[in-house]
Structures are given as structure tokens and as C-alpha cells.
């Protein structure tokens, strides 16, 4: 049973390690402390970079207030108490403590676009979002109910990393909704929702019998110490002085089936498309500015899962990450893709996904200012963050509302200024992107890319079948509001 806590007055404090907090209420409450990778990311934020993940619904018919309400009540609060729950700082230790009495005001706010109300609208007002801080001194969560955008509406969800990683939180929201409007969510929806988290989950597996463990601990040994000794990336144009003004973008939906038809041609992932069509983007946005060394590069960090199949929600953050040099300089996007899926193949089962998970882990219990130190120089090794979660395959409701769109975004750490988030729905996939007006003013140009590079792989993909030669360049119109 969940412990209650009785009413407590919070007081906003900065504590001793440079981090934020609610003060510790004297009564005999029993917080719950956080782990080292939630502690790094609670005392990761900046001013103008948040450690926020942004989750965007585009619903196609209105929402009921009362029934959004009361399913936000039925299977968010109720089950997830990290919901109703706010950060304390006690003698320079963090955490969880009921928040009592909740406050729906504090949590749930209706506006309204002004005219035309259109996605370059939405796009705008989310950006200004992504820059803002969520408070301390209350759970950290927020839903923004868009009310005038498109048919339906949007809902706009910001939480904070170090209540959960994104696939933990994709699980989150799925539990909010039903396959059907009429239909209660059930054990067996929650068994595929679980499957579906875990499919992506790839910890390695250390091997059994005392030589064997040994060789994998001084494999284990040898990536740690090749992350830590990895200089600074490539100086580009995709780094520069941040400003904390936030802009986002998001891409047409690309058919799942286009991209199958892709793999199936040229081989790869569903991920290795996406890294090779992201990477050609990034590359036009350099050409454009006279960057144009063959051998020019970026390294992506890209978070990976490491969570096994759990039937039930556990948040928290549970990934470990990769630090994956992708081939700018490649024009060609089928040898782009061919280079990728090398590049992919010569990191799967290394232990480097736990290395840089130990890193972080390891930075949350370190003085504040030690931190933000290894943090920034951590952060030196990669220009842009970029993540893949898959979402269900079939359509869903909320609260009775049919749900057009899933789109989200993901905090980018310790100086980057450019992020990407890939998430499957319903038969497609759709990019988000979100940069600092610093480094990037229009992350339009890069969606326009990455839909231009999609239809090259496509094009080079038939052009492999039919034998023809490969195509280098593929031209795209202006982008449309939608």
C-alpha cells in the first residue's frame, strides 16, 4: 500500500551541489531516494535547457474535461505515485515525497493559439515550452491542453527526465489509452505494451563461466577507458554559443512500408534507416554553409534501452548510450546506409552501452560542480542527441478522442543544441527535431533534408532493384503546413 503523507508546507531552495529542490518537510514522511542516474539528470538542468521530455498528442476529435480528468486521475495518478510526488532535498540528498494537497491547476492548463493556429503555431509555442523550467516545489510534470490546433485539439505533456527515460514514459501514455473509444484498457494490452518496450532492449549479456566472465570484464574495462579518453567531435557549423531560445519541427509521417521496402533492398534496421537518412540531412545542412571535407563526420548520442520485459510500468531511467560517428561526407545514400549498418554492426554487444551508462550513473553521486565538469566534457564528444522509440501499430484513443499523431522530443545535455526523436504510430514514422536558435535558427531545413533523404533512399532503393545507376541527389519544395 502506498504510504500517505500528510500536507506539508514546500519552500524552493538551492542546495549546496548547485542543484534544485523543494526543502525536506521536518515531519515523519518517508521520502524515497533517488538513484545515481536519476540524480545526474535531476541536477543536469541549465538555464534555456531543461532536462524536459516533451510528448505531443494531435487528437482528431475534441476532448470531455471531465473525461480527460478523470482518466489522468484513474491511470496516471493513482497508479504511478511518482505523479504525485515532488523532489526534496534533505542534508544534500534527494527524494521523492508525496505532494499533498494535488493541485490540478498546477498540472493541467487549457489556452488557445492565436490565429492561424497552424502547425508553424504549434511549433513555435512548443519551443518556447522546451526552453522553460519546470518548478521544483510540485510534481514534475505538466499537460498543456491546446484546445483550437486542428480537429481535435493537442495535449502537450512535458516531464522530466529524472522521473523516467523515454521508453518507460512511451509506456506511460499508452496506459492512458484505448484501442477502441468505448474500451477499458486491458491485461492484454499491457502484456503488448510490454513486449513492445522490450523489444528494443539491448543489454548485453555477460557470459557465463569464470574465463569467460573475465575476458568480458576486461572488455568491459577497455570500453570505459576508450570513452573516457574519446576527444571532443568534429567542430562544425551544428555547434555554437546556446541562447536557450528552443525551436522545433516535426516531419510528414514516412510509411512504415516505405521503409520496409528500403530495408528489404539495400538490408539494415528500421534504426539504420533512420541514422543514414538523419545523417544525410545533417550533411545538407553543412554543404549548404561550405562544409564540404570528404571525410567530414558527426558523433550522435544515441540512448539505448537496457530494460528487460517488465509486464508492469517501473520509471526511473534505465539506458545506457552509444557514442556512433555517422558519415556526413557520404552524398550517395545507399553507401551511406551501407556504411551505417557497418558502423552499427561493429558496436552491437559491445560493452560500451554500459561504459557510458556507469559514466553517468557514476556522475549522479559526485559533488554538483564535479558533475556539471564531467558533464560538460562528456558532452564535448557528441554534437547532436538522437533517439528511436517504437509506438504501437495500431491507432488509439484518449479519453474517447481519436489520437491523429504521437510526436516528442528530447532534452539535449551539457552544450548540444540539436536534437532528433524518431517514434513510430500506427504504420508511420515521424522525426522530431529541436534546436537552439544558436546553432540551428530553422529546424525546418533539417526536416526538409531528412524527407528529401528519405525519398533518395527510396529512389536508390528501386534504383538497386531495377539495376539503373544509384541516384545522389534527390531536389524537395518548400514544406507545407499541415
Given at each position: 500500500m502506498e504510504p500517505r503523507h500528510e500536507p506539508v508546507e514546500t519552500a524552493l531552495v538551492e542546495v549546496s551541489d548547485g542543484g534544485w529542490g523543494a526543502r525536506a518537510p521536518e515531519s515523519g514522511a518517508l521520502p524515497?531516494?533517488?538513484?545515481?542516474?536519476?540524480?545526474?539528470?535531476?541536477?543536469?538542468?541549465?538555464?534555456?535547457?531543461?532536462?524536459?521530455?516533451?510528448?505531443?498528442?494531435?487528437?482528431?476529435?475534441p476532448l470531455a474535461e471531465e473525461r480527460l480528468r478523470?482518466?489522468?486521475?484513474?491511470?496516471?495518478?493513482?497508479?504511478?505515485?511518482?505523479?504525485?510526488?515532488?523532489?526534496?532535498?534533505e542534508r544534500g540528498r534527494r527524494s521523492w515525497l508525496e505532494d499533498q494537497p494535488f493541485d490540478w491547476n498546477d498540472h493541467l492548463e487549457k489556452m488557445r493559439l492565436p490565429p492561424p493556429a497552424d502547425q508553424r503555431v504549434l511549433e513555435a509555442q512548443v519551443g518556447r515550452w522546451a526552453g522553460e523550467a519546470l518548478p521544483f516545489?510540485?510534481?514534475?510534470?505538466?499537460?498543456?491542453?491546446?484546445?483550437?490546433?486542428?480537429?481535435g485539439g493537442a495535449l502537450v505533456f512535458r516531464i522530466h527526465h529524472c522521473i523516467a527515460d523515454g521508453v518507460a514514459l512511451l509506456r506511460v501514455f499508452l496506459a492512458l489509452t484505448d484501442r477502441s473509444p468505448d474500451s477499458e484498457h486491458s491485461s492484454g494490452e499491457r502484456r503488448d505494451e510490454a513486449r513492445l518496450a522490450a523489444k528494443t532492449s539491448k543489454r548485453p549479456a555477460p557470459p557465463s563461466g569464470p574465463w569467460g566472465r573475465l575476458r568480458w570484464g576486461a572488455t568491459f574495462?577497455?570500453?570505459?577507458?576508450?570513452?573516457?579518453?574519446?576527444?571532443?567531435?568534429?567542430?562544425?557549423?551544428?555547434?555554437?554559443?546556446?541562447?536557450?531560445?528552443?525551436?522545433?519541427?516535426?516531419?510528414?509521417?514516412?510509411?512504415?512500408?516505405d521503409i520496409a521496402a528500403i530495408r528489404?533492398?539495400?538490408?539494415?534496421?528500421?534504426?539504420?534507416?533512420?541514422?543514414?537518412?538523419v545523417a544525410g540531412a545533417l550533411g545538407r545542412y553543412l554543404r549548404a554553409r561550405g562544409e564540404t571535407r570528404p571525410a567530414l563526420a558527426q558523433r550522435l548520442l544515441v540512448p539505448v534501452n537496457l530494460r528487460p520485459y517488465q509486464e508492469e510500468i517501473r520509471l526511473g531511467n534505465e539506458f545506457g548510450a552509444i557514442l556512433l560517428e555517422l558519415p556526413l561526407g557520404v552524398v550517395d545514400p545507399v553507401a551511406r546506409l551501407a556504411a551505417v549498418r557497418a558502423r552499427m554492426d561493429r558496436i552491437k554487444g559491445t560493452p560500451e552501452v554500459l561504459a557510458?551508462?556507469?559514466?553517468?550513473?557514476?556522475?549522479?553521486?559526485?559533488?554538483?560542480w564535479i558533475e556539471r565538469r564531467a558533464l560538460h566534457w562528456f558532452g564535448l564528444k557528441a554534437t547532436v542527441v538522437m533517439t528511436n522509440v517504437p509506438g504501437p501499430e495500431q491507432p488509439l484513443y484518449l479519453a474517447g478522442a481519436p489520437?491523429?499523431?504521437?510526436?516528442?522530443?528530447?532534452?539535449?545535455?551539457?552544450?548540444?543544441?540539436?536534437?532528433?526523436?524518431?517514434?513510430?504510430?500506427?504504420?508511420?514514422?515521424?522525426?522530431g527535431i529541436t534546436t537552439d536558435s544558436?546553432?540551428?535558427?530553422?529546424?525546418?531545413?533539417?526536416?526538409?533534408?531528412?524527407?528529401?533523404?528519405?525519398?533518395?533512399?527510396?529512389?536508390?532503393?528501386?534504383?538497386?532493384?531495377?539495376?539503373?545507376?544509384?541516384?545522389?541527389?534527390?531536389s524537395f519544395g518548400p514544406y507545407p503546413n499541415q
Amino acid at each position: 500500500m502506498e504510504p500517505r503523507h500528510e500536507p506539508v508546507e514546500t519552500a524552493l531552495v538551492e542546495v549546496s551541489d548547485g542543484g534544485w529542490g523543494a526543502r525536506a518537510p521536518e515531519s515523519g514522511a518517508l521520502p524515497e531516494p533517488l538513484t545515481g542516474n536519476d540524480v545526474a539528470w535531476a541536477r543536469m538542468d541549465a538555464p534555456g535547457q531543461p532536462m524536459v521530455v516533451t510528448i505531443v498528442l494531435l487528437l482528431e476529435r475534441p476532448l470531455a474535461e471531465e473525461r480527460l480528468r478523470a482518466t489522468l486521475r484513474a491511470r496516471l495518478l493513482a497508479p504511478l505515485p511518482r505523479f504525485r510526488q515532488r523532489l526534496v532535498v534533505e542534508r544534500g540528498r534527494r527524494s521523492w515525497l508525496e505532494d499533498q494537497p494535488f493541485d490540478w491547476n498546477d498540472h493541467l492548463e487549457k489556452m488557445r493559439l492565436p490565429p492561424p493556429a497552424d502547425q508553424r503555431v504549434l511549433e513555435a509555442q512548443v519551443g518556447r515550452w522546451a526552453g522553460e523550467a519546470l518548478p521544483f516545489d510540485r510534481p514534475l510534470w505538466c499537460c498543456k491542453w491546446v484546445e483550437n490546433y486542428g480537429a481535435g485539439g493537442a495535449l502537450v505533456f512535458r516531464i522530466h527526465h529524472c522521473i523516467a527515460d523515454g521508453v518507460a514514459l512511451l509506456r506511460v501514455f499508452l496506459a492512458l489509452t484505448d484501442r477502441s473509444p468505448d474500451s477499458e484498457h486491458s491485461s492484454g494490452e499491457r502484456r503488448d505494451e510490454a513486449r513492445l518496450a522490450a523489444k528494443t532492449s539491448k543489454r548485453p549479456a555477460p557470459p557465463s563461466g569464470p574465463w569467460g566472465r573475465l575476458r568480458w570484464g576486461a572488455t568491459f574495462g577497455v570500453a570505459l577507458l576508450r570513452q573516457l579518453c574519446l576527444g571532443p567531435d568534429m567542430r562544425t557549423a551544428l555547434r555554437g554559443r546556446l541562447t536557450g531560445d528552443k525551436r522545433v519541427a516535426w516531419s510528414r509521417p514516412v510509411p512504415l512500408a516505405d521503409i520496409a521496402a528500403i530495408r528489404q533492398r539495400l538490408g539494415g534496421r528500421v534504426n539504420d534507416v533512420m541514422l543514414a537518412a538523419v545523417a544525410g540531412a545533417l550533411g545538407r545542412y553543412l554543404r549548404a554553409r561550405g562544409e564540404t571535407r570528404p571525410a567530414l563526420a558527426q558523433r550522435l548520442l544515441v540512448p539505448v534501452n537496457l530494460r528487460p520485459y517488465q509486464e508492469e510500468i517501473r520509471l526511473g531511467n534505465e539506458f545506457g548510450a552509444i557514442l556512433l560517428e555517422l558519415p556526413l561526407g557520404v552524398v550517395d545514400p545507399v553507401a551511406r546506409l551501407a556504411a551505417v549498418r557497418a558502423r552499427m554492426d561493429r558496436i552491437k554487444g559491445t560493452p560500451e552501452v554500459l561504459a557510458n551508462r556507469m559514466i553517468l550513473s557514476v556522475a549522479g553521486w559526485l559533488p554538483g560542480w564535479i558533475e556539471r565538469r564531467a558533464l560538460h566534457w562528456f558532452g564535448l564528444k557528441a554534437t547532436v542527441v538522437m533517439t528511436n522509440v517504437p509506438g504501437p501499430e495500431q491507432p488509439l484513443y484518449l479519453a474517447g478522442a481519436p489520437v491523429g499523431r504521437i510526436l516528442a522530443w528530447v532534452p539535449q545535455i551539457a552544450g548540444m543544441g540539436v536534437g532528433v526523436s524518431v517514434l513510430s504510430y500506427a504504420g508511420g514514422v515521424t522525426v522530431g527535431i529541436t534546436t537552439d536558435s544558436g546553432v540551428v535558427a530553422d529546424p525546418w531545413e533539417l526536416v526538409a533534408g531528412f524527407e528529401a533523404e528519405m525519398a533518395a533512399l527510396t529512389a536508390g532503393a528501386l534504383a538497386v532493384r531495377e539495376g539503373w545507376p544509384t541516384p545522389t541527389a534527390v531536389s524537395f519544395g518548400p514544406y507545407p503546413n499541415q
